[in-house]
């Protein structure tokens, strides 16, 4: 019973062990992480990640005033 009742804890140790360093790692990472969103939220507000130039204005021509009947030439001309 006393050799189950240590192998039993030491396996515990062990995985305690384990999970100590994989918290560890992981909040190693979680601060690696932060640095890198810090970044990225410095060059958003800066603006620096806008890859698409801005938009222009575009000059679309206006069909004329509707007379009542319309010819198919004059829809070929408008597109």
């Known amino acids: 019973m006393k050799e ?3 192998s039993t ?3 515990l140790a062990e ?5 100590e360093d994989m918290v560890l ?3 190693k ?4 992480l932060k640095g890198v ?3 990225y939220k410095t060059a ?6 806008s890859s698409r130039p801005k ?9 004329e005033k509707f007379k009542g009947a319309r010819s198919a030439k004059d829809v070929d001309n408008f597109l």
């Open 15 to 19: 995985r305690d062990e384990n999970l």
């Open 4 to 6: 189950l009742l240590k």
């Open 9 to 11: 804890t030491k396996k």
């Open 55 to 63: 938009q222009q204005a575009m000059d679309v021509p206006k069909p």
């Open 37 to 39: 969103l810090t970044i």
């Open 44 to 49: 958003l507000s800066n603006g620096m990640l």
């Open 25 to 27: 790692a992981m909040k």
């Open 29 to 32: 990472e979680i601060e690696e």
